[in-house]
């Protein structure tokens, strides 16, 4: 079954420490990985994408990293702010058909504390 | 210059009535698609659409019926509401399906609470 976990379920940081998120999958065929970021009440937005070649992107402070082999990802977060507490979420796509089908994490919730 | 809109953002209903959530894009993309949140906040596909046409019709209940009239629109709608549909319902949109990286952009979500 194609499944996305992630850890820790939450994690309470202090503002401007860095922080690394983690993301298991199962999913198979694997088309791209993808982080998201989902403010309360708010709908889920794209921070990275990654495909199958790459092994990390960048977007400003948050850093993601992907192994294939491992099927293992990581978001780092570095120097946080308070703007940073939200949920966030790993989705990998499906990959070798038609759609583009998204399997999501169950998220990690971010607190950064002043 | 909302790219995915949703109405209504809450809705309260009862059980047994039918109700619609309705969702527009303005980004020009192909694909449009809804999301069930639950409570524990784990978010599911439940359908999507390429250009009006249905691609991706997850185990959902035949009483949830997308409808899109033209590829900028994908309403849902609900018949004989149940407490286990409360939850907050994502619309989203792409530039296509196809196996492909094209980011997906989501909606503020509609909170459906029933009753």
């Known amino acids: 079954k194609n499944q996305v976990e992630q850890s820790p379920q939450s994690l309470i940081i202090l503002e401007g420490k860095n922080c690394t998120l983690q993301?298991?999958?199962?999913?198979?065929?694997?088309?791209?990985l993808r982080w998201y970021k989902q403010d309360t009440g708010r709908g889920p937005v794209s921070l990275t994408i990654?495909?199958?070649?790459?092994n990390t992107k960048s977007n400003g402070r948050y850093t993601a990293t992907l192994d294939a082999d491992t099927k293992q990802s990581s978001l780092h977060i570095t120097a946080s702010q308070l703007s940073d507490s939200a949920s966030y979420i790993c989705?990998?796509?499906?990959?070798?058909?038609?759609?583009?089908?998204?399997?999501f994490g169950t998220g990690t919730l971010l607190a950064v504390q002043p | 210059d909302t790219a995915v809109s949703q109405t209504p953002k809450y809705l309260v209903t009862q059980m047994g009535n039918d109700k619609s959530i309705k969702c527009e894009q303005n980004?020009?993309?192909?694909?449009m698609y809804w999301y069930k949140q639950d409570s524990k906040k784990f978010l599911k596909i439940m359908f999507s659409?390429?250009?009006?046409?249905?691609?991706i019709n997850e185990t959902v209940p035949n009483r949830f019926s997308p409808k899109s009239p033209d590829k900028a629109h994908l309403n849902l709608h609900i018949n004989s509401l149940e407490l286990g549909d409360s939850a907050v319902y994502f619309c989203?949109?792409?530039?296509?399906?196809?196996?492909?990286?094209?980011?997906?952009?989501f909606g503020p979500g509609t909170r459906l609470t029933v009753t």
């Open positions: 980004l020009g993309h192909d694909t």
């Open positions: 990654m495909t199958f070649s790459e």
């Open positions: 993301c298991n999958y199962t999913v198979s065929p694997f088309s791209n």
């Open positions: 989203a949109s792409s530039r296509s399906s196809g196996g492909s990286s094209y980011e997906q952009y």
């Open positions: 659409y390429n250009n009006k046409e249905l691609i």
């Open positions: 989705v990998v796509s499906e990959g070798g058909g038609a759609t583009n089908k998204l399997i």
